[in-house]
């Protein structure tokens, strides 16, 4: 509790900064929902607001927040991007919104730079680079390049790690994780966003990118799996001077990827760029299991030979075996108008959520029939996607995270293929490599490899019967030994014990009376009625009627 309060304190002037902005951007209803106002005043942290510094709260919503991220920086840039992919949770609109800040921020003077420099390489880069440009040839939030040429001549850049950015996100990233349980705890109306769950997501993920060693290693990794295409190239990390600080990286020239003049003056084959660049990223996907989750015109460069170079792979994805076959799953049926394997592969996607399967599933036949009559080569991806997670939101069925990174890729591939060729149709690079993966998943190698994991799978589950009795064993005998029952309508279930209960002791009354009244039967003395003792009678004639409630009761159960 007081490492909490501590780190509170310490964070209390960037909570001012960000109340501050939130509240001239026209969500001060929101800041004092939470508490935050009230904080901040108790704290002596004093807001100076003016009515004309409110003067965006005439915007939409989508405005105000993405202006509010703009003006916050780096970490809330970041942010942004992380919720434009999150097309299952909010809206095109908000999407849109999103989407339009860019990852970029004034350079830093290299001379505030060259202490990181020489502490990563250990001496002055001017010892090991013939050439430094010290103006950058690209600024974003996290890290700024430079080119620099090798004592051998080979032209490299630079991508140098803002200095102190570290400390500045960890401090947001505490601020966004309270902020996120005050929404869920505070704005129930919120709590279907998972605002916890997003910011942990992009926790993860903001860390991961600030290791520029790291994003090394994933390059090669990248590399490596397209070593055999000459089509696409990968720029290659010289590890020697590549640590958590800076990443040294050959050096590609190339026309950017928005530039479709010089694409025309160059030459280049516009249709195969496109078909090259799906290419690519299906391979990613579907074969290798690892993608570039940004592949906007700006991380990559065409070059000759109607090459492609892919740049920057700080945002990737990556996707298990089944996550690939539940993609594949999805496709086929999409492909084949099949509701019921569309439907089965978005139950697999709740998780643990409550869902309306009667009414989702005709929310699926209707998309399904919807595009009945069209031609796979007909379908633009990025719409039918969009509708799929109109649905979803719709069902409050949020998307895995490796899911939404992908559902973004695809959609950004299909827009960039669109500016190289109109006629361009993702659909039609995605069936081959279905039919690959098909094969693939069916091949005897395949379907081998899959038995013999079953079969081992089945084996330790045996050999481990025998250790896993035994501890069963032992936690009942220390009397630690639980068992959670989860039973749906339990008063029911309870109504039915009681009502069998009942019966059952009926019965053994009867019983009883029938022996008792047949000993009464055989005693001679004390009253009769027509020759027969009077309390046998009474006997026999209370465990007939006892008999018929039993029967009754058990007849009326059984209808029930």
């Known amino acids: 509790m007081l490492l909490e309060t501590v780190s509170a304190m310490r964070d209390l002037p960037r909570l001012h900064e960000i109340t501050t902005v939130m509240i001239r951007h026209g969500f001060g209803d929101v800041m004092r929902r939470l508490g935050v106002i009230t904080l901040l005043e108790r704290a002596g942290q004093v807001l100076h607001l003016s009515h004309a510094e409110e003067k965006h709260t005439v915007l939409e919503t989508p405005q105000r927040i993405r202006l509010a991220f703009e003006e916050l920086g780096p970490t809330f840039v970041k942010l942004s991007q992380l919720l434009a992919t999150r097309v299952d949770v909010f809206p095109p609109e908000w999407i849109a919104e999103f989407e339009k800040l860019q990852d970029s921020a004034p350079p830093v003077p290299f001379d505030k730079l060259l202490p990181a420099i020489e502490k990563a390489l250990g001496r002055s880069p001017f010892e090991l680079f013939r050439e430094l440009q010290t103006e950058p040839c690209g600024s974003a939030s996290i890290a700024q390049v430079h080119r620099a040429t090798l004592l051998?001549?080979?032209?490299?850049?630079?991508?140098?790690?803002?200095?102190?950015?570290?400390?500045?996100?960890?401090?947001?990233?505490?601020?966004?994780?309270?902020?996120?349980?005050?929404?869920?705890?505070?704005?129930?109306?919120?709590?279907?966003?998972q605002p916890t769950q997003i910011v942990?997501?992009?926790?993860?993920?903001?860390?991961?990118?600030?290791?520029?060693a790291l994003e090394g290693r994933t390059q090669e990794r990248f590399r490596e799996n397209f070593a055999t295409d000459s089509g696409i190239v990968i720029p290659r990390i010289y590890w020697e001077w590549t640590s958590h600080?800076?990443?040294?990286?050959?050096?590609?020239?190339?026309?950017?990827?928005?530039?479709?003049?010089?694409?025309?003056?160059?030459?280049?084959?516009?249709?195969?760029?496109?078909?090259?660049?799906?290419?690519?990223?299906?391979?990613?996907?579907?074969?290798?299991?690892?993608?570039?989750?940004?592949?906007?015109?700006?991380?990559?460069?065409?070059?000759?030979?109607?090459?492609?170079?892919?740049?920057?792979?700080?945002?990737?994805?990556?996707?298990?075996?089944?996550?690939?076959?539940?993609?594949?799953?999805?496709?086929?049926?999409?492909?084949?108008?099949?509701?019921?394997?569309?439907?089965?592969?978005?139950?697999?996607?709740?998780?643990?959520?409550e869902i309306d399967e009667a009414?989702?599933?005709?929310?699926?036949?209707?998309?399904?029939?919807?595009?009945?009559?069209?031609?796979?080569?007909?379908?633009?991806?990025?719409?039918?996607?969009?509708?799929?997670?109109?649905?979803?939101?719709?069902?409050?069925?949020?998307?895995?995270?490796?899911?939404?990174?992908?559902?973004?890729?695809?959609?950004?591939?299909?827009?960039?293929?669109?500016?190289?060729?109109?006629?361009?149709?993702?659909?039609?690079?995605?069936?081959?490599?279905?039919?690959?993966?098909?094969?693939?998943?069916?091949?005897?190698?395949?379907?081998?490899?899959?038995?013999?994991?079953?079969?081992?799978?089945?084996?330790?589950?045996?050999?481990?019967?025998?250790?896993?009795?035994?501890?069963?064993?032992?936690?009942a005998r220390r009397g630690r030994l639980k068992i959670d029952l989860d039973i749906k309508r339990l008063d029911h279930f309870g109504h039915q014990i009681d009502h069998s209960t009942n019966r059952l002791t009926i019965g053994i009354l009867t019983a009883a009376l029938i022996i008792g009244s047949s000993i009464v039967m055989t005693v001679q003395g004390g009253p009769t009625i027509f020759g027969l003792p009077l309390f046998g009678l009474l006997g026999f004639m209370i465990a007939f009627i006892n008999s018929v409630w039993i029967v009754l009761s058990i007849w009326r159960a059984d209808k029930e």
């Not at 000759?304 to 089944?322: C, W, Y």
């Open 152 to 193: 051998d001549g080979t032209e490299v850049v630079l991508k140098i790690r803002r200095p102190d950015i570290r400390p500045k996100i960890e401090a947001d990233l505490r601020l966004l994780k309270h902020i996120a349980a005050l929404i869920e705890s505070e704005i129930p109306e919120a709590r279907r966003y």
């Open 200 to 212: 942990n997501e992009f926790g993860r993920s903001l860390l991961r990118e600030l290791d520029l």
């Open 245 to 353: 600080q800076l990443n040294v990286q050959q050096y590609v020239s190339g026309i950017a990827g928005n530039d479709m003049d010089a694409i025309e003056t160059a030459g280049l084959d516009r249709k195969l760029l496109a078909q090259r660049g799906a290419d690519a990223v299906l391979k990613m996907i579907l074969i290798d299991g690892h993608f570039h989750a940004d592949p906007h015109p700006g991380n990559v460069f065409y070059l000759s030979g109607n090459r492609l170079a892919l740049l920057d792979f700080g945002m990737v994805g990556k996707l298990s075996d089944q996550r690939r076959n539940q993609i594949v799953n999805l496709l086929v049926a999409l492909a084949q108008h099949d509701e019921q394997g569309m439907l089965e592969v978005l139950l697999e996607w709740t998780e643990d959520g």
């Open 359 to 475: 009414r989702l599933y005709r929310d699926v036949s209707e998309l399904a029939s919807d595009y009945e009559s069209r031609a796979l080569k007909d379908i633009r991806l990025g719409d039918l996607l969009g509708e799929v997670t109109a649905i979803m939101r719709a069902h409050s069925i949020i998307l895995p995270s490796d899911l939404t990174l992908l559902f973004k890729a695809l959609i950004t591939l299909e827009g960039l293929g669109l500016k190289l060729d109109p006629d361009f149709h993702i659909t039609d690079r995605i069936e081959p490599f279905l039919k690959r993966v098909i094969r693939q998943r069916y091949h005897p190698a395949t379907l081998l490899k899959r038995g013999h994991r079953g079969l081992h799978d089945v084996f330790s589950l045996l050999s481990g019967l025998p250790r896993d009795a035994a501890r069963l064993l032992k936690e």
